[in-house]
């Protein structure tokens, strides 16, 4: 069984800092992408940020320059790195990694339970 639990959510002001970390842990053949989506009260989850097994990164346009996403793949961690945080990036976070439980199963996306992240004004 796959476990993904995050830590590092937490109330800042605006323009403060905040590292999210994610580890996976559990039955894991391999891992590809691993990646950080948010939901905001009454909005839809959306992308914040993913990286591959090689360190190729894509942002969603709203956080470029501000966040910066990491993995240690021997440690199966991602790290998300927020700065110059606004009001609007609040929401509750959610870790994902698409991967491999076994050398016979397919790749299949397991998310964490949420951190929420608050940013006041």
């Known amino acids: 069984q796959v476990q993904l639990v995050e830590s590092g959510g937490g109330l800042v002001q605006a323009g403060g800092s905040l590292r999210l970390s994610c580890a996976a842990s559990g039955s894991i053949f391999s891992i590809s992408s691993m990646g950080w989506y948010r939901q905001a009260p009454g909005k839809q989850r959306e992308l914040v940020a993913r990286i591959t097994s090689r360190g190729n990164t894509n942002y969603a346009d709203s956080v470029k320059g501000r966040f910066a996403i990491s993995r240690d793949n021997a440690k199966n961690t991602v790290y998300l790195q927020m700065s110059s945080l606004k009001p609007e990036d609040t929401a509750v976070y959610y870790c994902?990694?698409?991967?491999?439980?076994?050398?016979?199963?397919?790749?299949?996306?397991?998310w964490g339970q949420g951190t929420q992240v608050t940013v006041s004004s």
């Open positions: 994902n990694a698409l991967l491999r439980d076994s050398y016979y199963s397919d790749y299949a996306n397991y």
